[in-house]
Protein backbone atom coordinates (compact mmCIF):
# COMPACT_ATOMS: atom_id res chain seq x y z
CA UNK A 1 0.00 0.00 0.00
CA UNK A 2 0.91 3.55 -0.70
CA UNK A 3 1.54 5.53 2.48
CA UNK A 4 2.46 9.07 2.74
CA UNK A 5 2.23 10.55 6.14
CA UNK A 6 2.40 13.86 6.78
CA UNK A 7 3.80 14.35 10.46
CA UNK A 8 0.64 16.44 12.04
CA UNK A 9 -2.66 16.03 11.81
CA UNK A 10 -3.69 19.36 14.19
CA UNK A 11 -1.56 22.55 14.48
CA UNK A 12 -2.13 25.55 16.33
CA UNK A 13 0.84 28.27 15.78
CA UNK A 14 1.08 31.35 16.61
CA UNK A 15 1.40 34.53 14.42
CA UNK A 16 4.79 35.36 13.27
CA UNK A 17 5.87 31.65 14.16
CA UNK A 18 8.01 29.73 11.28
CA UNK A 19 6.24 26.66 10.92
CA UNK A 20 7.32 23.02 9.17
CA UNK A 21 4.75 21.02 7.76
CA UNK A 22 6.58 17.38 6.93
CA UNK A 23 5.58 14.78 4.32
CA UNK A 24 6.94 11.57 3.67
CA UNK A 25 5.61 8.98 1.22
CA UNK A 26 7.43 5.20 0.72
CA UNK A 27 6.66 4.87 -2.88
CA UNK A 28 9.54 6.42 -4.16
CA UNK A 29 7.72 8.58 -6.38
CA UNK A 30 9.15 11.77 -8.26
CA UNK A 31 6.42 14.14 -8.22
CA UNK A 32 5.14 15.52 -4.60
CA UNK A 33 2.74 18.29 -3.94
CA UNK A 34 1.58 20.65 -0.94
CA UNK A 35 -1.69 22.22 -1.30
CA UNK A 36 -4.22 23.54 0.73
CA UNK A 37 -7.93 23.32 0.89
CA UNK A 38 -10.10 25.80 1.60
CA UNK A 39 -14.27 25.60 1.86
CA UNK A 40 -15.38 26.68 -1.83
CA UNK A 41 -11.89 27.18 -2.87
CA UNK A 42 -11.21 23.37 -3.54
CA UNK A 43 -7.33 22.60 -3.38
CA UNK A 44 -4.86 24.85 -4.27
CA UNK A 45 -1.42 24.36 -4.99
CA UNK A 46 1.25 25.75 -3.26
CA UNK A 47 4.42 24.20 -4.42
CA UNK A 48 5.41 20.90 -6.23
CA UNK A 49 8.80 19.33 -6.77
CA UNK A 50 9.81 16.37 -9.92
CA UNK A 51 12.78 15.24 -8.11
CA UNK A 52 15.09 15.80 -5.31
CA UNK A 53 16.08 19.75 -4.72
CA UNK A 54 14.07 20.92 -7.78
CA UNK A 55 10.50 22.63 -6.72
CA UNK A 56 8.61 24.45 -9.01
CA UNK A 57 6.23 27.26 -7.65
CA UNK A 58 2.08 26.44 -7.66
CA UNK A 59 -0.77 28.75 -7.72
CA UNK A 60 -0.45 30.80 -3.88
CA UNK A 61 3.34 29.81 -3.48
CA UNK A 62 3.46 33.95 -1.24
CA UNK A 63 4.33 33.36 2.16
CA UNK A 64 5.65 29.43 1.95
CA UNK A 65 8.71 27.60 0.97
CA UNK A 66 9.73 24.16 0.20
CA UNK A 67 12.47 22.30 0.83
CA UNK A 68 13.41 18.22 -0.38
CA UNK A 69 16.53 17.39 0.05
CA UNK A 70 15.56 13.62 -0.35
CA UNK A 71 13.32 11.87 -2.36
CA UNK A 72 11.09 10.29 -0.10
CA UNK A 73 10.34 13.86 1.93
CA UNK A 74 8.63 17.18 0.60
CA UNK A 75 8.69 19.78 3.90
CA UNK A 76 6.14 23.05 3.50
CA UNK A 77 7.70 25.87 5.33
CA UNK A 78 6.01 29.00 6.30
CA UNK A 79 8.34 31.55 7.55
CA UNK A 80 6.41 33.55 9.10
CA UNK A 81 3.01 32.66 9.62
CA UNK A 82 -0.15 34.54 9.59
CA UNK A 83 -3.83 34.05 10.04
CA UNK A 84 -4.83 34.00 6.75
CA UNK A 85 -2.61 31.00 6.49
CA UNK A 86 -4.72 28.67 8.78
CA UNK A 87 -6.08 26.08 6.63
CA UNK A 88 -6.22 22.22 6.10
CA UNK A 89 -2.65 21.31 4.10
CA UNK A 90 -2.41 18.52 2.14
CA UNK A 91 1.13 16.48 0.67
CA UNK A 92 0.69 14.46 -2.11
CA UNK A 93 3.10 12.30 -3.86
CA UNK A 94 2.60 10.45 -7.82
CA UNK A 95 4.59 8.79 -10.14
CA UNK A 96 4.98 11.37 -13.63
CA UNK A 97 1.22 11.51 -15.03
CA UNK A 98 -0.07 8.81 -12.47
CA UNK A 99 -2.87 9.50 -9.91
CA UNK A 100 -1.77 11.31 -6.56
CA UNK A 101 -1.69 9.24 -3.32
CA UNK A 102 -2.63 11.82 -0.50
CA UNK A 103 -1.90 12.17 3.48
CA UNK A 104 -4.41 13.08 5.29
CA UNK A 105 -3.76 16.47 6.19
CA UNK A 106 -2.83 19.19 8.52
CA UNK A 107 -5.19 21.06 10.14
CA UNK A 108 -2.97 23.98 10.54
CA UNK A 109 -4.42 26.85 12.93
CA UNK A 110 -2.73 30.58 13.12
CA UNK A 111 -3.60 32.90 16.41
CA UNK B 1 -0.88 26.05 -18.75
CA UNK B 2 -3.81 24.02 -17.36
CA UNK B 3 -7.21 24.85 -15.62
CA UNK B 4 -10.25 22.88 -14.31
CA UNK B 5 -13.77 23.91 -13.73
CA UNK B 6 -16.59 22.05 -11.93
CA UNK B 7 -20.02 23.40 -12.65
CA UNK B 8 -21.60 23.05 -9.57
CA UNK B 9 -20.56 23.66 -6.27
CA UNK B 10 -23.59 21.35 -4.70
CA UNK B 11 -25.90 18.62 -6.46
CA UNK B 12 -28.60 17.17 -4.76
CA UNK B 13 -30.23 13.93 -5.74
CA UNK B 14 -32.49 11.58 -4.50
CA UNK B 15 -31.61 7.93 -3.56
CA UNK B 16 -31.68 5.73 -6.99
CA UNK B 17 -31.44 8.73 -9.38
CA UNK B 18 -28.71 9.35 -11.79
CA UNK B 19 -25.98 11.31 -10.68
CA UNK B 20 -24.02 13.46 -13.41
CA UNK B 21 -21.14 15.58 -12.11
CA UNK B 22 -19.47 18.17 -14.33
CA UNK B 23 -16.11 18.81 -15.08
CA UNK B 24 -14.16 20.94 -18.08
CA UNK B 25 -10.44 21.14 -18.75
CA UNK B 26 -8.11 23.38 -20.43
CA UNK B 27 -4.73 21.99 -21.48
CA UNK B 28 -2.49 22.98 -23.83
CA UNK B 29 -1.25 19.19 -24.44
CA UNK B 30 -3.23 15.86 -24.13
CA UNK B 31 -4.28 15.44 -20.31
CA UNK B 32 -4.52 13.07 -17.64
CA UNK B 33 -7.65 13.22 -16.09
CA UNK B 34 -8.79 11.73 -12.74
CA UNK B 35 -11.79 12.14 -10.36
CA UNK B 36 -11.37 11.71 -6.44
CA UNK B 37 -13.79 11.71 -3.76
CA UNK B 38 -13.34 12.90 -0.22
CA UNK B 39 -15.47 11.80 2.69
CA UNK B 40 -16.42 13.99 5.78
CA UNK B 41 -13.06 13.79 7.73
CA UNK B 42 -10.95 11.83 5.55
CA UNK B 43 -8.46 12.60 2.39
CA UNK B 44 -8.84 12.23 -1.06
CA UNK B 45 -9.78 8.96 -3.01
CA UNK B 46 -8.76 8.23 -6.55
CA UNK B 47 -12.48 7.21 -8.42
CA UNK B 48 -10.99 7.01 -11.76
CA UNK B 49 -8.26 8.05 -13.87
CA UNK B 50 -8.12 8.83 -18.10
CA UNK B 51 -4.64 8.54 -19.07
CA UNK B 52 -5.02 7.43 -22.65
CA UNK B 53 -6.90 4.64 -24.38
CA UNK B 54 -10.60 3.94 -24.06
CA UNK B 55 -12.51 7.07 -23.70
CA UNK B 56 -15.49 5.51 -21.01
CA UNK B 57 -13.04 4.90 -17.81
CA UNK B 58 -14.69 3.27 -15.19
CA UNK B 59 -14.26 3.68 -11.79
CA UNK B 60 -14.79 2.05 -8.64
CA UNK B 61 -18.38 2.40 -6.60
CA UNK B 62 -19.75 2.03 -9.65
CA UNK B 63 -18.70 5.73 -10.93
CA UNK B 64 -17.68 5.96 -14.64
CA UNK B 65 -16.15 9.29 -16.77
CA UNK B 66 -15.68 9.57 -20.17
CA UNK B 67 -13.18 11.93 -21.83
CA UNK B 68 -14.54 14.29 -24.76
CA UNK B 69 -11.77 15.77 -25.95
CA UNK B 70 -13.85 17.86 -28.50
CA UNK B 71 -16.38 19.07 -25.72
CA UNK B 72 -12.88 19.19 -23.47
CA UNK B 73 -14.88 17.38 -20.51
CA UNK B 74 -14.36 14.62 -18.11
CA UNK B 75 -18.24 14.50 -16.52
CA UNK B 76 -18.60 12.02 -13.51
CA UNK B 77 -22.01 9.73 -13.80
CA UNK B 78 -23.29 6.83 -11.45
CA UNK B 79 -26.39 5.53 -12.37
CA UNK B 80 -28.25 5.05 -9.18
CA UNK B 81 -27.18 7.31 -6.62
CA UNK B 82 -26.78 5.42 -2.73
CA UNK B 83 -26.73 7.46 0.45
CA UNK B 84 -23.00 6.83 0.98
CA UNK B 85 -22.48 8.23 -2.00
CA UNK B 86 -22.63 11.91 -0.10
CA UNK B 87 -19.24 13.38 -0.59
CA UNK B 88 -17.55 16.02 -1.99
CA UNK B 89 -16.20 15.18 -5.37
CA UNK B 90 -13.17 17.22 -7.11
CA UNK B 91 -11.64 16.62 -10.82
CA UNK B 92 -8.32 16.74 -11.78
CA UNK B 93 -6.18 17.10 -14.64
CA UNK B 94 -2.47 16.49 -15.20
CA UNK B 95 -0.78 17.64 -18.48
CA UNK B 96 0.97 14.69 -20.41
CA UNK B 97 4.50 16.00 -20.58
CA UNK B 98 7.81 13.52 -21.46
CA UNK B 99 10.47 12.85 -18.70
CA UNK B 100 12.63 15.69 -17.01
CA UNK B 101 9.84 18.43 -16.22
CA UNK B 102 7.17 18.49 -13.32
CA UNK B 103 3.84 17.39 -13.91
CA UNK B 104 1.81 19.49 -12.32
CA UNK B 105 -1.50 18.56 -11.05
CA UNK B 106 -4.44 21.12 -10.90
CA UNK B 107 -7.47 20.71 -8.91
CA UNK B 108 -11.42 22.15 -9.54
CA UNK B 109 -12.98 23.66 -6.75
CA UNK B 110 -14.98 20.87 -6.12
CA UNK B 111 -18.36 19.73 -6.11
CA UNK B 112 -20.84 18.76 -2.77
CA UNK B 113 -22.60 15.86 -3.68
CA UNK B 114 -26.04 15.32 -1.49
CA UNK B 115 -28.22 12.54 -1.58
CA UNK B 116 -31.86 12.54 -0.53
CA UNK B 117 -34.11 9.93 0.83
Known amino acids: DVKVTQSSRYLVKRTGEKVFLECVQDMDHENMFWYRQDPGLGLRLIYF???????EKGDIPEGYSVSREKKERFSLILESASTNQTSMYLC??????????FGQGTRLTVV | AQSVTQLGSHVSVSEGALVLLRCNYSSSVPPYLFWYVQYPNQGLQLLLK??????LVKGINGFEAEFKKSETSFHLTKPSAHMSDAAEYFCAVSLHINTGTASKLTFGTGTRLQVTL
Open chain 1, 49 to 55: SYDVKMK
Open chain 1, 92 to 101: ASSLIGGEAF
Open chain 2, 50 to 55: YTTGAT
